[in-house]
Structures are given as C-alpha cells and as structure tokens.
C-alpha cells in the first residue's frame, strides 16, 4: 500500500491546475444507461472512482473508449466515450458497490431503460450510515416495486416509470441525482422538491438536457422534469472540481504560500471563499481560475457549519479543519451532513493539533506550529486534511493508506511539488 512522506514548511509558490469533478463525473457517466447514442465525457478526471464506474458499467454491457491524453492536452484533453447500446446485465454486484458508494447511481437509470434493476445495498461507510432509503421511496412513488433481499435492492416497473411529485425530507445529492435520471424517461412530468441544489445535479442536469431530457429549474431547489420517450448521444464536458479547488486554496492558505488556481470556478466555492476570506486569506478571481495568498498576513479562527450547497461543503470539512489548527484564536466547526466525519481529528491530534469535538462540533484552537508524525488517512477528505497539516508541519509527515486519497485527488504530489513543497510518493507494502 502506497504511503505520502512530507517534510513540511515550505510555502507553496506556483501554479495548479483543476480537473474535472469526481462527484459529478460519478453521475454524468452512469447516464450514458439511458440511452442507446454515445455519451462522449471530456475533462473527466483520472482517479480510481472513476475507473470503479468504468468497471461497473463495462459489465452492464456499456462499451467504452478512451481517447486523448491529459498529459499532452490537460484534462480537456481526455474524452470518454460510453455507448450502451445494449444493456446486457441489470445487476450491480456487491464487489463493486461495496467499493463505491456511488454505484448506487445506476439504479435510477437501468430502471427507466431496462424496467428492472439489481442492485446492492451499499451499507454503511467510514463517515456515517448512509442510506439511500430517500433514492427508494422517491422511486416507489414513481411506480417502482422494490423489494430488499440478500442484500440487495430489487427494483422492477411495468411499462414505463411514472411522474410523479417527491418532496425529499432531507437534501440527497445522490438522490436527486438517481430521481432525476430516472424521471427524463418516465411518463409525464415529475416534480423535484427539496432537490439538492449541489453545482455537480445542476451539471448532471445539464448533459441529459444535452442529451434530449426536458429539465426545468437546474440549480435551483425545485427541478420539472418532463418525460421523453428516448435520449440521444451527446458531447460534453465535465464542471471543474470545486472540492479539489477548496483543498488546494487550502494548501496555498496553510503554507502561508502563493498560488494561482488554473481552471478553477470562483461562481461554485462562494462559501469556502466567504470562510477563507474572513480568516485573513486573499483571494481574487484571475482570468484562468482564481490566485490565493496568504504570505502577508496572519490567519486567524473562524467558525463555519457545514450545509448543502451553496453552505459550506462538508467535503472542506477536514482541509478547513487542518487550517484552522494553525490559524490563531479559536473556530468551532460544526458537521451537520454526516454524523461520523471528525476522524481526521485524532490523527490532527498526534500531529499537535488542538481540538476537543463535542457531539457535532469541534472546537479548534490554533497552534503555533504543528510537528510531522506518521498518521492514517481513514476516508477520502480526511486523507486531504492530513496533506494539508503534512505540508504546514515542522519535520516529517508519513501519511499511510493514501489509496482513500487517490479516489479523489489526481496526482496530488506532482502536483503540490510543482508549487515547492516536499512530498514524494512510497510505493508499496507498509506496516500500518
Ligand atoms: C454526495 C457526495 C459526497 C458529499 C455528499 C454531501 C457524490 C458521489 N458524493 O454523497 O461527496 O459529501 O453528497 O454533499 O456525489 N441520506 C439519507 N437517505 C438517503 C440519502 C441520503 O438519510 O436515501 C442522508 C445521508 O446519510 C447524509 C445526507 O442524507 O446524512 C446527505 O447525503 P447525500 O446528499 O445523499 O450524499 P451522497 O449523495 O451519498
């Protein structure tokens, strides 16, 4: 297993390019299921939920080719091509689902094309329970009998889905996603309430619009769908990556360093900006992304409470927290997405960090300088945070199980190297 040896202190100087959106690349590509036409995806990024979804929908008979190169044309450079001509299988299978949650995705899809789909319970994950209860009921309401049996979710529908008007009690990326596939090939309008409003739904709405669906209201919290009786292909490209933004100004911030953003959307990280900002970082919109600077002033504490979009992302969650142990002054940091996502917060600890978390808060107080120690990354955005304290810290930082890392950040020590700091991949077995 792959370890990440820091040796931290170095202020970051230079410039990092943005890629495409993991979550919202996890969505647009099981789209390609409903239909027959091809679904090219440029600026996908190469990260291993990607190649996950690839596996996934390669056995549900999707067939796939992979043109251009990122390195030679950046991102923009790499389009995938899905074609499913042919829906072969509609089981998603436990091997596969239990590594990404997100498999989850294609149910939505194989119902309305195939009116039947297999697929299994994901369970819980390292964050939290996580259920898709919200991604079923909605479903069932759109004429879906579902049953749960030996682990798995089996959906089936007579002709075609239904229309119909879902009001999700709670905000569901994942379920707004599934519902809103779903609805473009179901009979009369469906009505989305309480949709989540996240930048990666409102792409995701985009490309089946692309792709012939009749999508009212993207990016807002009520989504009209109405129901065609087929999508063709479509080209298109995917949103850039607010969270791997959010982490790399983070890293600029923590390294008290100086960095130019490329490709990144100031419109999609108000918030994040809005936190930043108040801890005495600068930030500024440039004509290729945004530059972040934090070599002049001192950063102090700030609270936040992460929301669904446009509130702060609980996916910044960690990296602000890592930031804050080394702002001055207290913050409170407040979780209200997911009930187990503090962690990071032991291991920030074996690296000096302050923090006492009580129910769904944390409180951090800054210190003057964190120290390296060798520390676990235990989920995707915790990982990040433990980078990000690694690079600020004094001495070495050994991050182990960094395989949660390469879910969602590509190349990340190229990356950071680039900009100055000293971090270098270890390859292989390691004690843990
Ligand atoms: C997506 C993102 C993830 C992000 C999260 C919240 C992807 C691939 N992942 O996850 O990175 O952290 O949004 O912004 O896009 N819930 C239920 N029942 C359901 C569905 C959700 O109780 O049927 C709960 C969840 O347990 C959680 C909350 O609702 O507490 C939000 O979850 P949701 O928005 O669905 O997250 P994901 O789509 O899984």
């Not at 989305?192 to 999508?215: F, T, W």
């Not at 994040?272 to 992304?289: D, F, S, Y």
């Not at 142990?325 to 997911?338: D, P």
């Amino acid at each position: 297993m792959d370890r990440i040896r820091i040796v931290g202190g170095t202020p970051l100087k230079g410039i990092i390019p943005i890629g495409g959106a993991k979550n919202a690349a996890l969505a647009l590509m099981p789209a390609c299921l409903l239909t027959e036409g091809t679904l090219a995806l440029s600026n996908l990024p190469h990260l291993v939920d990607i190649s996950t979804m690839a596996n996934l929908l390669a056995q549900h008979g999707v067939g796939m080719a992979l043109n251009g190169d990122a390195r030679n044309g950046g991102h923009t450079g790499r389009v995938l091509e899905l074609t499913a001509a042919e829906i072969v299988n509609t089981t998603a299978p436990y091997d596969l689902v239990r590594k990404m949650r997100a498999s989850v995705l294609v149910l939505g899809p194989l119902l309305a094309r195939c009116g039947e789909a297999r697929v299994s319970l994901p369970g819980g994950c390292a964050i939290g329970t996580r259920p898709v209860d919200l991604h079923l009921k909605a479903l069932e309401q759109m004429g879906a009998r579902i049953e749960l049996a030996e682990g798995y979710i089996a959906a089936k529908v007579t002709g075609r889905l239904k229309g119909a008007h879902i009001i999700f009690p709670q905000v569901t990326v994942g379920g707004t996603e599934n519902i809103l596939m779903a609805a473009t090939l179901a009979e009369g309008e469906t009505v989305i309430a309480n949709a989540a409003r996240e930048p990666e739904v409102a792409d995701l709405a985009q490309c089946l619009i692309a792709m012939g669906a009749r999508i009212e209201g993207v990016g807002t919290g009520t989504l009209r769908v109405q129901g065609v009786a087929a999508l063709h292909g479509a080209e298109y490209s995917v949103v850039s990556d607010r969270i791997e933004t959010g982490t790399y100004a983070v890293a600029a911030a923590i390294t008290r360093g100086d960095v130019e953003l490329v490709g990144a959307r100031v419109d999609l990280l108000e918030s994040v900006i809005k936190t930043l900002t108040e801890c005495g970082v600068a930030i500024e919109a440039t004509p290729r992304g945004m530059r972040v600077k934090a070599d002049s002033t001192e950063l102090v504490g700030t609270d936040i409470m992460t929301e669904p979009y446009p509130g702060f992302p609980t996916d910044m969650q960690a990296q602000l927290m890592a930031l804050m142990a080394t702002a001055s002054g207290a913050s409170m940091i407040t979780e209200t997405i997911f009930e187990n996502r503090y962690m990071h917060v032991p291991e920030l600890m074996r690296m000096g960090a302050k923090v006492n978390v009580h129910g769904a808060s944390a409180i951090v107080r800054g210190v003057p300088k964190l120290s390296g120690a060798p520390v676990m990354a235990t989920d995707l955005r915790a990982s990040s945070s433990l980078i990000l304290a690694g690079l600020a810290a004094e001495g070495e930082t050994i991050v182990n199980r960094v395989y949660h890392l390469d879910r969602g950040y590509e190349r990340v020590e190229e990356k950071l190297a680039a900009c100055g700091a000293q971090i270098e991949r270890i390859k292989g077995e390691a004690a843990e």
